[in-house]
């Protein structure tokens, strides 16, 4: 079954204990990217990737790294969380192409900073 | 660059109400257009795309015309259900154009349906 999982679900940690929280996809998409989801916010793009070993920052990567060193893996890292970093982090891989493919999600990470 | 811009909620209706929600885009070149849809405690699913002027998506009952004089895709349905009750977000996608492409939301729209 063509999927995108994340880990953890859910996730309390406490301020300054680095994290990570994987994603994987199924597929062969060289596209993935991080968002963060926030009430009145929507979806902000945290980081993207176009392919292995290219990685490009979104709208708000202040606070987090990411790598991508194979294609079906994109963790994000948390360095050194702080509570404004408590959010829903989601996972998504696309095709790299112009042909209108969809974006594929996770269920979603729901993190919280203490 | 691109942007997308998408009507504020929430927006609560009756059971068989028609419903709009508004987008609109700006972009360069041909991107394709999306809307996925968010079930509560869940990730976002695609909805309904197109990818090209003048194009209509539909899925389940909604549909949405890509309106390049407009730069509009809006979200109608004819007669909403409780079921369909969830979040909205509208998308553009340029993948593939070039190496600053991406896939970009909209803030999303909360709908919420009483029986």
């Known amino acids: 079954e063509a999927q995108v999982t994340q880990n953890p679900r859910y996730l309390i940690t406490v301020t300054g204990k680095k994290l990570t929280v994987t994603c994987s996809q199924n597929?062969?998409?060289?596209?993935m990217s991080w968002y963060r989801q926030d009430p009145g916010l929507g979806l902000r793009q945290i980081y993207y990737s176009m392919n292995v070993e290219v990685t490009d920052k979104g709208d708000v990567p202040e606070g987090y790294k990411v790598s991508r060193k194979e294609k079906r893996n994109f963790p994000l890292i948390l360095e050194s969380p702080s509570p404004n970093q408590t959010s829903l982090y989601f996972c998504?891989?696309?095709?790299?192409?112009?042909?209108?493919?969809?974006?594929?999600f996770g269920q979603g990470t729901r993190l919280t900073v203490v | 660059g691109n942007s997308v811009t998408q009507m504020e909620g929430p927006v609560t209706l009756s059971e068989e109400a028609f419903l709009t929600i508004n987008c609109t885009y700006t972009?360069?070149?041909?991107?394709?257009l999306f809307w996925y849809v968010q079930y509560p405690g869940e990730g976002l699913q695609l909805l309904l795309k197109?990818?090209?002027?003048?194009d209509k998506g539909s899925n389940k009952g909604f549909e949405a015309t890509y309106r390049k004089e407009t730069t509009s895709f809006h979200l109608e349905k004819g007669s909403v259900q409780v079921s369909d009750s969830a979040v909205y977000f509208c998308a553009l996608s340029d993948l593939g154009y070039s190496s600053a492409s991406k896939i970009i939301f909209g803030s999303g729209t909360r709908l919420s349906i009483r029986p």
């Open positions: 197109a990818t090209k002027a003048d």
């Open positions: 998504a891989s696309s095709p790299w192409t112009p042909l209108g493919t969809e974006a594929f």
């Open positions: 597929m062969n998409h060289e596209y």
């Open positions: 972009a360069t070149g041909y991107p394709s």
